[in-house]
């Protein structure tokens, strides 16, 4: 059997190291430099995949930031330069 003390101290451990993971992840929240937007187009009908469908990312001022034609799963991976709001 493990001793209750032995017990205590690792879960302070673990929790210190969660507590320090979470505060580097807050600090650096505004410093990451882009988002990113993933998913699949699906006909609406059928819900087959839709192949050579274009997906694109636009900004608040509906200027285009990135376009991608869709293979044949559908699925898209836009990256947005800077991060949104």
């Given at each position: 059997?493990?001793?209750?003390?032995?017990?205590?101290?690792?879960?302070?451990?673990?929790?210190?190291?969660?507590?320090?993971?979470?505060?580097?992840?807050?600090?650096?929240?505004?410093?990451?430099?882009?988002?990113?937007?993933?998913?699949?187009?699906?006909?609406?009908?059928?819900?087959?995949?839709?192949?050579?469908?274009?997906?694109?990312?636009?900004?608040?001022?509906?200027?285009s930031?990135?376009?991608?034609?869709?293979?044949?799963?559908?699925?898209?991976?836009?990256m947005?330069?800077?991060?949104?709001?």
């Open positions: 059997m493990i001793p209750t003390r032995t017990l205590a101290r690792g879960a302070v451990r673990q929790g210190r190291g969660f507590a320090w993971a979470v505060a580097c992840l807050l600090l650096l929240a505004d410093r990451i430099p882009a988002q990113s937007v993933r998913g699949r187009l699906l006909d609406s009908k059928t819900h087959l995949a839709l192949a050579g469908a274009l997906a694109e990312l636009r900004d608040s001022a509906g200027r930031l990135q376009v991608q034609i869709t293979p044949s799963s559908g699925a898209f991976l836009l947005a330069p800077a991060a949104g709001r």
